[in-house]
């Protein structure tokens, strides 16, 4: 399934899950749904995939958590904010450089439409 296909095919079960409960939860209850909405509908799902950081031969664990990686390929942080800030995209980059994953998913479940949520990034 190309890149384009399978962010619009995970789009939608976000849309889904975001319809059936709107705003106002926790992230880990969006995250357990749209877990629950991947695998459903057949997807390969890994949550709360712990990132190790390597500087110079050194492995570095702190506590970074990738929320959901979808088919190996597409990485979604979730996040239940008023806004979407700079920091939360800088995190999402971060995550994609060192688990060396192309494609990106930015989800704000915090909106009255999922459609004002949504960033996607392709490395």
Known sequence: MKHSNLTSNILG???KVHSKLGPGL???AYRTCLA??????GFLVQEEVMLPITYDSIELDHGYRIDIIVNEVVIIELKVVENILDVHE???LTYLKFAEKPVGL???FNVKSLKQGIKRFVM
């Open 13 to 15: 079960c976000a849309m």
């Open 26 to 28: 926790l992230e880990s």
């Open 36 to 41: 629950h909405e991947l695998r459903k509908n």
């Open 90 to 92: 800088a995190q999402l």
């Open 106 to 108: 930015l989800l704000n």
